[in-house]
């Protein structure tokens, strides 16, 4: 083995595997990677250039009196170590796949430099890297993050004059949200200047409010009237917060001020203030960027949707620091996935933007000259000077750890100041999990597994969902055999989500990003494209696949055969749901949920008020569930004979992920339990980082 220091630390560019301790580095932070996927590694890195043969990883790693899967738990370990090390199969820079024999390592590998210790003054300092269980681990948490506290507002100030070179040292550290209430994901921001957080809390029964902290201080201040708010972002001068609730934009002052409606935002995609009191904001998930005094008054178009099916919509703006230009991302069908939109440069005072060569993320942030955003779980700067638009050098890994994957609707889980304070959720912190409600709505233990977008198969013995993320970045699709308790991955992902059912139970259809493809639930035949139109969401008798997406900047169904890949459209909605016998459709209309007989579209009714989603059908066809706004579990009888629909009723509170647009988090067995994907019930932290700025040095 090419190593020559007693750690036994091998490099193979902008890699380092410690082959004693299991673990590898990327640029020297640290990638999560599991004991099976390590070993694939140290075996192949063992071996430069020459063939490692399946019988030769499987003599090594799954000894013979070992009973398990051997083809699938290779596959694994190599899908999960190429995610790792962000190789491909295609076209790979590091693991070559010789079919039917094995694998070869083809990056160059050198012996790593044996790491000296750096100065006391310059370590790297973690000051909170396990989430505080109990009590106990939380006053132990609050007694710390106190004790930093009181250096003052501006902690990290005298550790940058001590450092050596100018060089601010990398911390980290936690902020726990509120008492009895956690951190609403993707909905945080700092101010420009890096000394106040806003963020959204929600209590246990699905309520959420605007709350404020000073980072100087240990707690935050609920500001009232911000029920409902999502999204917040602040004004240059910190005297005020944006948010949304209700379907509008609002503005509040932090000095006790009142809550003023500025404009309509149906489904909103972000704002952010300029310092003439100007406010640019998504209004929809589609269509172009508006601008709107901060005052309130008539909001005007402030870029160019161009016409055509191409884009999606411009989201997620951010002004840059000259007030005049801001960036923002543009969802177009052409992108290979929807985590890789264009990335575009505006201007005040014209409708045209400029795309900037850049490979793509769901959003990003500016601060040191520096973008910042979030790739396959992990936070990345990339040099961008805005005065002649241009990004220039590779990205720089700044935090490996597991951000928090966003739904297809959201930013990623981040907000950065100015002045390089930086905050992100953590997945490792706030995991959810797969658990069955019982009749009275109590938890019952929770699945083995951890999937988003649950879909249970006709028959009940197989659920679905999107695997492996989080936690890397990365999903794909697998199936649990219920009765077993055995996992498979059965697509190689990057970005595979919202499995539905066919029928019979043999296939599932799901987005990959670029629209939907099908495959055998079972794996046996690779996945084959249905449509590049939207995320699939129910499986017709007939074998055609209701989906939703954006067409011409609106959200709308369709409908897409698998055999000759025609497309239908039905018209604006969206997450539509066909009952069991095919004859009504349940779906998000612009006025709220509603049920209407298909393909006839008449009669119509509204079940409940918009901000409503996910909704399902019992498996008779003769009730509709729900999730409503404040994640409350929602049941309506329906007459499929009259189509009248009943008053809808509370099933139970839960801990669902989310509401409306975020893929359906719950399914229905037929047995009538419900499984849903709950968020965590621990306090979980924010992760606070400065000093990242020192790795792009190194």
Not at 340 to 347: F, H, N, V, Y
Not at 479 to 505: A, H, Q
Not at 571 to 580: D, H, I, R, T, Y
Not at 636 to 659: E, K, M, N, Y
Request: proline share 9%; hydrophobic share 40%.
């Amino acid at each position: 083995m090419p190593t020559t220091d007693g750690s036994r630390r091998i490099r193979f560019d902008p890699f380092e595997a410690d082959v004693r301790s299991g673990e590898l580095w990327n640029s020297g932070i640290k990638v999560k990677l599991g004991e099976q996927p390590f070993s694939v590694l140290a075996l192949l890195l063992s071996q430069p250039g020459e063939v490692v043969t399946r019988d030769e990883l499987q003599r090594t790693l799954w000894p013979a009196d070992t009973f398990v899967d051997f083809d699938r738990g290779l596959n694994k370990a190599i899908n999960r170590l190429r995610d790792a090390l962000g190789d491909s199969a295609e076209t790979p820079r590091f693991i070559e796949t010789l079919p039917r024999r094995g694998y070869r390592f083809i990056g160059r590998v050198e012996p790593a430099v044996p790491p000296t210790e750096p100065p006391p003054e310059s370590a790297p300092a973690t000051i909170h890297d396990q989430h505080p269980f109990g009590m106990r681990g939380w006053l132990a948490t609050m007694a710390l993050i106190a004790v930093l506290v009181a250096a003052g507002s501006a902690w990290w100030l005298p550790l940058k004059r001590a450092a050596p070179n100018g060089e601010e040292p990398l911390i980290r550290s936690s902020i726990l949200p509120p008492p009895g209430r956690t951190f609403l994901p993707h909905s945080l921001a700092l101010s420009g200047d890096g000394t106040h957080l806003a963020f959204v809390a929600e209590a246990i029964d699905g309520a959420r409010s605007l709350w404020i902290r000073a980072m100087s201080a240990t707690s935050a201040v609920p500001i009232a009237g911000t029920e409902g708010a999502v999204l917040p972002f602040w004004s240059q001068d910190r005297r005020y917060v944006g948010f949304f609730a209700d379907r509008k934009l609002k503005t509040v002052e932090i000095a006790g001020g009142v809550v003023r409606i500025i404009a309509d935002a149906p489904r909103p995609s972000g704002g952010t203030w300029t310092n003439d009191d100007a406010i640019i904001f998504a209004p929809d998930v589609n269509g172009p960027l508006y601008r709107v005094a901060a005052a309130g008054g008539p909001a005007t178009p402030a870029t160019r949707v161009p016409d055509g099916e191409g884009i999606h919509g411009h989201r997620w703006p951010l002004f840059l620091p000259d007030s005049r230009q801001f960036l923002f991302v543009a969802f177009n069908t052409t992108a290979s996935s929807d985590n890789g939109p264009e990335l575009r440069i505006g201007s005040l005072g014209t409708l045209e933007s400029t795309r900037l060569e850049w490979d793509g993320a769901r959003s990003v942030g500016f601060a040191l000259d520096h973008l910042i955003y979030a790739r396959a779980g992990t936070l990345f700067a990339q040099t961008f000077d805005p005065a002649s638009r241009r990004i220039s050098g590779p990205p720089r890994p700044i935090a490996a750890v597991d951000v928090t994957a966003a739904p297809a609707f959201y930013p990623a889980a981040l907000a950065v100041s100015a002045n390089g304070v930086l905050l992100f959720q953590s997945a490792v912190d706030k995991p959810s999990q797969l658990i069955w409600l019982d009749d009275g709505g109590r938890e019952q233990t929770p699945l083995p597994v951890k999937y988003g977008g649950p879909a249970i198969s006709p028959d009940g013995r197989f659920l679905a969902g999107s695997c492996e993320g989080p936690r890397t970045g990365s999903l794909a699709i697998c199936v649990l055999d219920l009765r077993r308790g055995i996992s498979s991955r059965i697509t190689e992902g990057p970005i595979d989500r919202g499995p539905v059912w066919s029928p019979d139970g043999r296939e599932l259809a799901y987005s990959f990003g670029g629209g939907i493809q099908r495959v055998p639930m079972d794996g046996s035949r690779p996945p084959a494209l249905v449509s590049r139109r939207g995320n699939p969401t129910s499986w017709l008798p007939d074998g055609r696949i209701l989906s939703f997406g954006s067409q011409r900047g609106v959200v709308s169904l369709a409908l897409s055969s698998p055999t000759t890949h025609e497309v239908t459209e039905l018209g604006p909605g969206a997450e539509g749901q066909l009952s069991p016998d095919a004859t009504w459709l349940a779906y998000l209309a612009p006025d709220g949920l509603a049920v209407q007989r298909f393909p006839d579209a008449m009669p119509r009714v509204v079940i409940a008020a918009a901000g409503a989603g996910q909704p399902r059908w019992s498996r008779n066809g003769r009730q509709l569930f729900y999730v409503s706004a404040d994640k409350k579990l929602m049941a309506a009888d329906f007459d499929p004979a009259s189509g009248i629909a009943g008053s809808p009723r509370v099933l139970h509170q839960t801990r669902i992920v989310g509401a409306a647009l975020v893929g359906f988090q719950y399914d229905v067995a037929p047995d009538g339990r419900f499984i849903l994907n709950a968020a965590s019930s621990e306090a979980a932290p924010l992760t606070l980082v400065s000093g990242w700025a020192s790795l792009l040095h190194r």
